[in-house]
């Protein structure tokens, strides 16, 4: 166990606590545990992280967000997969990335999916679908233009819809 990689954890989640904890807000998947309130996901996805800390030392601020919120997708696809299937995904987000999905597990396969064909995509849809943020937020915390932002969103909810909504072939 790395204990310089633990200690940098423990010193990003103190500083970022409200931030994650926000963002535990926005990602709650109603019927994939009710028991975890945002308190607790939040901490939940830090005791996920301090078994194996990724390496921060370098990250920036919405990385180490993302890397949270990823943490936070998987607890909440885990205790949907215990469950059973979830009959309704409620992911706070901006008012024009919505995209339907009834099933947390779909929904995470197919992210998953996406982030092995294009992984630019696959952040784009984690920065405004599952964090909520905004088309200039996206292209801050990417590094993209707010015309690629709003270009690789368009192409990802096409791929979503079409791997979460399949039409059958005639």
Known sequence: MDLAARQRLDELFGERYEKIKRLAARVRWHGANPTLNPTALAHEAYLKLRDNPPDLAAKDYDEVIRIFSRAMRQILVDAARRKGAVKRVEVARAEDAKLPVE??????????????ENPRQARVVECRYLLGMTVDETAAATGQSRTTVEREWREAKDHLSRRIHPVDEV
């Open 103 to 116: 099933d947390a597990i779909t929904l995470n396969i197919a992210i998953e999916d996406l982030e092995k």
